[in-house]
């Protein structure tokens, strides 16, 4: 029976993600505040992505991705509540980019750098399994990314072994290669490579790139 991942977010990034879920054959519901904005998403992302509300969302998935807005990522875990997310994988997308402009080209952070917003989720869902993924990348190169390097690599990092390993699967049906970071910590050095990966765009409009770990 297929995996049922819960996509939590309404905009660009959720809908390229529940579409490519569903592509590699995952279940897959969309999930916003109001059914009606999901609903609106889930037709945007595809045909047979199901939509619903934070909660109902939540309880469908075995995975669940947190595809919001880092500002709004702590209200979505409180909303959707500790005990829904307790034993799954949840996947976190989020950047904690504040709402100040970018400094010449240069985002700015609403965390110290020795913080992460996935630690502050972690904290407030200590039973869940959080791996950050998707963080480091625009949303074109999220799902299938063709590049002339090869596949480029996706960072992650998490407490859980095995939800890592659920999310390692997914990313090589998708196309990358996976480095793991080690725990919840790593997500202090991985958070901030989507300022890098965004100075390019912003200073010279190009955003067709994505990062690469060479090995010996």
Known sequence: MATKVGVIGSGQVAQV??????????????GARQSA????????????????????????AQIVVLAVKGTAAEDAVRLIGAEQLAGKTVIDVSNPI?????????????TGP???LMERLQK??????????????????MVDPKLPGGPPTMFLCGNS??????????????????????????????EPLCILWCIP?????????AFKLLRA
């Open 161 to 190: 072994a095995a939800a890592k390993g659920e999310v390692i699967e997914a990313l090589k049906k998708f196309g990358w290669d996976a480095a793991d970071m080690g725990g919840v910590e790593a997500a202090r050095a991985i």
């Open 17 to 30: 993600l529940a579409a490519g879920f569903h592509r590699y054959g995952y279940q897959v519901m969309l």
């Open 37 to 60: 904005k999901a609903e609106d998403a889930a037709h945007k992302a595809g045909a047979g992505i199901a939509a619903g509300n934070f909660a109902e969302t939540a309880a469908f």
């Open 98 to 110: 504040s709402d100040l402009p970018p400094v010449n080209g240069v985002l700015q952070f609403f």
């Open 124 to 141: 407030l869902a200590p039973a869940a399994n959080f791996v950050k993924a998707f963080s480091c990348v625009g949303n074109a190169y």
């Open 114 to 116: 020795n913080e992460s």
């Open 201 to 209: 765009g912003f200073i010279n409009n190009s955003w067709t790139h």
